[in-house]
């Protein structure tokens, strides 16, 4: 036990170790933000992301949908790009470039079935990514990831053949587009996953009433931003109760108010995406400040002591 | 209370539509954000059914409205060539940085084609403000001269050059500018192709005068966080459209050689 006095004295400690990786803060570039090329996610390393992600990417390009492709809506942000992304191994060239960061590189990939994740993760495993989060919850393309991330089977089967495949620690990001995303995340860890990120965007849309058409071309598309932070709460409180792997919290994360809440709800790290519009590059060290003068006034010495907390047993 | 959602397309009505070459159309409407755009931004314009680009927003010369300045190249492009008065457009914007004037005497507007649009509101403004610009309009022919009436009548001295010699000049915008550079310039303000801009760099590097450059890339959400806009680590969107001299220095030895297609892959600049 350290004396209240040193920690006082002391510099807040805002690194983790998660999956075996050192990060110098908690903060986590989400997916499918700025992540499709090399020297942006090297940019958010340098304006202090803790880690970056990539966009999703599988074994074969797509173009994505027509516009428009995001819409605002009340506290919120969706979108519907349709997985736009050159395919990995156009993708595992941007690396180089991401790893200038000296930042963690997490590596998303989606599939179609069950060969296409491991073909996958083993292209970007040989390209020496830092781990691999799978995106079987991308909730806007059909087919591809609401339909695996729905069914418990073919998850745990995904998970198995990723680990089988590949050495790097795999993340699962859970939709919450799903009856029982607890159940599923115990799947996941029973299956071998050495974390899992919740959550992914919520499904909604958007209709004008003007045009009286959806506003998305894809008419559905997936919910983020403050909207739906009190659900990603929810479900990373409930999957601490019963998973012992990492949770990495995500799903509106805005304000650094809101990194606490998802920690004493039992997250080790969390994601930011949408919070990016509004706040652009600053956000990492606009959140940063605010941590640590909550540390500072809570006499928290390591930001890792308060996950969880939230649990009273 | 409740806040309007910045980035939710508005419905615009069309008040007007005037053909301004063969393959150019001024589309013009009424929209109080879009009223106050600064030269150089852009605005995202929903075309529904058909897609949502990317628009540089100007001000109509004659009525002063918001308007955007369409070349029929596409898809989405040919449907808002086929819209007419009284039809809807949805807009967001304006978005973007912008062509920065401060406290410049002397402005030289450099234009490739179509890249006079977003200089047009520099040109038109100049009556009003402290500055004075020279412009150089370039195209390939005279058909492909935009704005040249209404540029005529604004405060401004204009060096028409065209590769067919049917209008000013016959030749490349970049031999006139390396033959008649005038020192005397605080800033030159581009918009045109690629190697266009690219030749305009080398020249700016070699004096003292500052650069304005608006580039373009394919834009998805318009916003700053899809990130399929980059360029050398820059978001066109948000950290553009309109860069300078330092920002092109970093990024020169993208321009003119590589972009990304819509899946993100980077390609050869002159693909397709
Ligand atoms: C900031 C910005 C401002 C712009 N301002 C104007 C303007 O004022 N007037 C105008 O006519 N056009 C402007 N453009 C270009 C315009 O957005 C594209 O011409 C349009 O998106 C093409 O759509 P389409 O469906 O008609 O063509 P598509 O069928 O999509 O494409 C036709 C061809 O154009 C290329 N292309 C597609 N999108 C773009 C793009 N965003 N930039 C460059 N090339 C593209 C494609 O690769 C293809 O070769 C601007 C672009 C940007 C990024
Ligand atoms: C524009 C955009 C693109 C996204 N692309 C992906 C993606 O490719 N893969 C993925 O797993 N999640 C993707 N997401 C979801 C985010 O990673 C994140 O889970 C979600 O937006 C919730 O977090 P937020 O509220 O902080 O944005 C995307 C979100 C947005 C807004
Ligand atoms: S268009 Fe999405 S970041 Fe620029």
């Given at each position: 036990m350290r004396r209240k006095e040193d920690i006082e004295q002391m510099e807040p400690d805002l690194s983790i170790e998660?999956?075996?990786?050192?990060l110098k803060n908690p903060?986590?570039?989400?997916?499918?933000?700025?992540?499709?090329?090399?020297?942006?996610?090297?940019?958010?390393?340098?304006?202090?992301?803790?880690?970056?992600?990539?966009?999703?990417?599988?074994?074969?390009?797509?173009?994505?949908?027509?516009?428009?492709?995001?819409?605002?809506?009340?506290?919120?942000?969706?979108?519907?790009?349709?997985?736009?992304?050159?395919?990995?191994?156009?993708?595992?060239?941007?690396?180089?470039?991401?790893?200038?960061?000296?930042?963690?590189?997490?590596?998303?990939?989606?599939?179609?079935?069950?060969?296409?994740?491991?073909?996958?993760?083993?292209?970007?495993?040989?390209?020496?990514?830092?781990?691999?989060?799978?995106?079987?919850?991308?909730?806007?393309?059909?087919?591809?990831?609401?339909?695996?991330?729905?069914?418990?089977?073919?998850?745990?089967?995904?998970?198995?053949?990723?680990?089988?495949?590949?050495?790097?620690?795999?993340?699962?990001?859970?939709?919450?587009?799903?009856?029982?995303?607890?159940?599923?995340?115990?799947?996941?860890?029973?299956?071998?996953?050495?974390?899992?990120?919740?959550?992914?965007?919520?499904?909604?849309?958007?209709?004008?009433?003007?045009?009286?058409?959806?506003?998305?071309?894809?008419?559905?598309?997936?919910?983020?931003?403050?909207?739906?932070?009190?659900?990603?709460?929810?479900?990373?409180?409930?999957?601490?109760?019963?998973?012992?792997?990492?949770?990495?919290?995500?799903?509106?994360?805005?304000?650094w108010s809101?990194v606490i809440?998802?920690m004493l709800?039992?997250?080790s790290?969390?994601?930011?995406?949408?919070?990016?519009?509004?706040?652009?590059?600053?956000?990492?060290?606009?959140m940063k400040k605010g941590i640590k003068k909550y540390m500072l006034d809570k006499n928290i010495g390591e930001i890792s002591s308060i996950v969880g907390l939230?649990?009273?047993? | 209370?409740?806040?309007?959602?910045?980035?939710?397309?508005?419905?615009?009505?069309?008040?007007?539509?005037?053909?301004?070459?063969?393959?150019?159309?001024?589309?013009?409407?009424?929209?109080?954000?879009?009223?106050?755009?600064?030269?150089?931004?852009?605005?995202?314009?929903?075309?529904?059914?058909?897609?949502?680009?990317?628009?540089?927003?100007?001000?109509?010369?004659?009525?002063?409205?918001?308007?955007?300045?369409?070349?029929?190249?596409?898809?989405?492009?040919?449907?808002?060539?086929?819209?007419?008065?009284?039809?809807?457009?949805?807009?967001?914007?304006?978005?973007?940085?912008?062509?920065?004037?401060?406290?410049?005497?002397?402005?030289?507007?450099?234009?490739?084609?179509?890249?006079?649009?977003?200089?047009?509101?520099?040109?038109?403004?100049?009556?009003?403000?402290?500055?004075?610009?020279?412009?150089?309009?370039?195209?390939?022919?005279?058909?492909?001269?935009?704005?040249?009436?209404?540029?005529?009548?604004?405060?401004?001295?204009?060096?028409?050059?065209?590769?067919?010699?049917?209008?000013?000049?016959?030749?490349?915008?970049?031999?006139?500018?390396?033959?008649?550079?005038?020192?005397?310039?605080?800033?030159?303000?581009?918009?045109?192709?690629?190697?266009?801009?690219?030749?305009?760099?080398?020249?700016?590097?070699?004096?003292?005068?500052?650069?304005?450059?608006?580039?373009?890339?394919?834009?998805?959400?318009?916003?700053?966080?899809?990130?399929?806009?980059?360029?050398?680590?820059?978001?066109?969107?948000?950290?553009?459209?309109?860069?300078?001299?330092?920002?092109?220095?970093?990024?020169?030895?993208?321009?003119?050689?590589?972009?990304?297609?819509?899946?993100?892959?980077?390609?050869?600049?002159?693909?397709?």
């Amino acid at each position: 036990m350290r004396r209240k006095e040193d920690i006082e004295q002391m510099e807040p400690d805002l690194s983790i170790e998660i999956l075996g990786l050192k990060l110098k803060n908690p903060l986590i570039l989400a997916s499918g933000i700025l992540g499709i090329s090399g020297s942006l996610l090297k940019r958010m390393a340098e304006v202090g992301a803790g880690a970056v992600t990539t966009k999703s990417t599988g074994p074969s390009s797509r173009e994505g949908f027509k516009g428009p492709v995001v819409v605002e809506v009340e506290d919120g942000l969706l979108n519907s790009l349709g997985l736009p992304n050159p395919g990995v191994s156009e993708m595992v060239k941007e690396l180089d470039e991401a790893k200038k960061g000296k930042v963690p590189v997490i590596f998303s990939i989606y599939g179609f079935d069950i060969n296409e994740y491991c073909k996958a993760a083993k292209i970007a495993s040989d390209a020496g990514v830092d781990a691999i989060e799978l995106n079987i919850s991308c909730p806007h393309v059909k087919e591809v990831s609401v339909e695996i991330g729905q069914d418990p089977k073919l998850v745990s089967e995904i998970v198995k053949s990723v680990k089988e495949t590949v050495d790097k620690p795999v993340i699962v990001k859970l939709s919450p587009n799903v009856s029982d995303i607890v159940s599923i995340a115990k799947v996941v860890e029973e299956s071998g996953a050495d974390a899992v990120t919740a959550i992914n965007t919520v499904k909604a849309m958007s209709i004008d009433i003007d045009i009286k058409k959806p506003v998305l071309s894809n008419r559905i598309g997936g919910l983020s931003g403050p909207a739906i932070k009190p659900i990603g709460l929810r479900c990373v409180y409930e999957i601490f109760e019963k998973v012992k792997i990492p949770i990495i919290g995500c799903g509106g994360v805005s304000r650094w108010s809101d990194v606490i809440e998802y920690m004493l709800a039992g997250a080790s790290a969390v994601q930011i995406g949408t919070a990016l519009v509004n706040e652009d590059t600053a956000i990492f060290e606009k959140m940063k400040k605010g941590i640590k003068k909550y540390m500072l006034d809570k006499n928290i010495g390591e930001i890792s002591s308060i996950v969880g907390l939230a649990h009273t047993k | 209370m409740k806040k309007s959602l910045l980035h939710k397309p508005r419905i615009v009505r069309i008040e007007k539509v005037r053909n301004e070459s063969n393959t150019v159309k001024s589309i013009v409407f009424k929209d109080r954000l879009c009223a106050s755009v600064k030269p150089g931004q852009f605005s995202m314009i929903w075309i529904p059914i058909y897609d949502e680009i990317p628009m540089s927003l100007s001000l109509d010369p004659k009525s002063k409205l918001p308007m955007i300045v369409v070349k029929n190249i596409g898809e989405a492009t040919n449907a808002l060539h086929e819209l007419n008065i009284g039809d809807s457009i949805g807009i967001r914007g304006p978005y973007g940085t912008s062509f920065n004037t401060g406290s410049a005497k002397r402005i030289l507007l450099i234009a490739g084609g179509t890249g006079i649009i977003p200089l047009l509101q520099i040109a038109m403004e100049s009556n009003q403000r402290e500055y004075k610009c020279d412009i150089i309009l370039g195209a390939k022919n005279i058909e492909e001269i935009l704005f040249y009436e209404d540029l005529k009548s604004a405060d401004c001295t204009l060096y028409p050059v065209t590769e067919d010699g049917s209008l000013g000049k016959q030749g490349l915008v970049i031999d006139l500018i390396k033959k008649s550079l005038k020192s005397d310039y605080d800033v030159l303000m581009c918009c045109g192709p690629e190697p266009m801009i690219k030749s305009i760099i080398d020249v700016a590097r070699k004096t003292n005068i500052g650069l304005q450059v608006s580039l373009e890339r394919i834009m998805k959400c318009g916003i700053g966080i899809c990130g399929s806009c980059e360029l050398s680590g820059f978001r066109v969107c948000k950290d553009g459209p309109v860069f300078d001299l330092k920002e092109l220095n970093a990024m020169y030895n993208v321009l003119g050689n590589l972009k990304r297609n819509h899946s993100g892959k980077v390609i050869d600049f002159n693909t397709k």
